[in-house]
């Protein structure tokens, strides 16, 4: 699987919108680009995912620069229970295939 | 979306035991689970794969005599812990996908193991 870098952590304030960056700039052309989150003590909880149009569902956006080398996906008005761990990981869509999660980044979304 | 439940949340038990977890996918059948762990301020490490009806598949360093892995139905794979020892104790959590889950993974609520 393509490596994922994120930023390790980031703020942002409750309302306003949270923009979590991806780069992923060795990813091939079957791979997608999923979003995971992981709220303290819990499971990890599948947000979206995409493999080059963008994407929008009723939790995120995502969207993925046309080179396909990075990606960002927006919470459009981020709610003090969207702090989490957010990991960006890619792989070949499947469910045969593992998740290989990186360090992902610490959302904390203040008042 | 599909929902994956874990038994027990917690658990604690005395070194030397063996500890069994379950997962289970409760809306889908689940052909493909897998076994994550993860340790305090760290990300989540896959242990192993499990296919229904075959054996698992572990990944390099994790003892396949230790973690006994079985996927005997479609719905429902166990984890057993065998001969626990206090290094074993972290957030184990599985996952699960098949056709039904339109391929995607469900994550389960993850088990908190206590070796004392």
């Known amino acids: 699987d393509a490596k994922t870098t994120q930023p390790p952590s980031m703020d942002c304030a409750e309302g306003r919108a949270a923009n979590l960056p991806c780069n992923h700039s060795t990813i091939s052309g079957n791979e997608y680009v999923y979003w995971y989150r992981q709220i303290h003590s819990q499971g990890p909880q599948y947000i979206i995912h995409g493999l080059k149009n963008n994407e929008t569902n009723e939790m995120a956006s995502l969207i993925i ?3 396909r080398k ?15 761990v957010y990991y960006c990981i890619v792989r070949v869509a499947g469910s045969g295939y593992a998740l290989n999660f990186g360090k992902g980044t610490s959302l ?3 008042p | 979306g599909a929902v994956v439940s874990q038994h027990p949340s917690w658990v604690i038990c005395k070194s030397g035991t063996s500890v069994k977890i379950e997962c289970r996918s409760l809306d889908f059948q689940a052909t493909t689970m897998f076994w994550y762990r993860q340790f305090p301020k760290q990300s989540l490490m896959l242990m192993a794969t499990s296919n229904e009806g ?3 598949t572990y990944e390099q360093g994790v003892e396949k005599d230790k973690f006994l892995i079985n996927h005997a139905s479609l719905t429902l794979s166990t984890l057993t812990v065998t001969s626990a020892h206090p290094e074993d104790s972290s957030f184990y959590i599985c996952s699960a996908g098949g056709q039904s889950s339109n391929y995607e993974q469900y994550f389960g609520p993850g088990t908190r193991l206590t070796v004392t």
């Not at chain 1, 990075?70 to 989490?84: K, N």
């Open chain 1, 65 to 67: 620069t046309e080179d």
């Open chain 1, 70 to 84: 990075s990606s960002t996906l927006i919470l459009p008005h981020a709610t003090l229970r969207d702090t989490a």
């Open chain 1, 108 to 110: 904390l979304v203040t």
């Open chain 2, 54 to 56: 075959s054996k698992a």
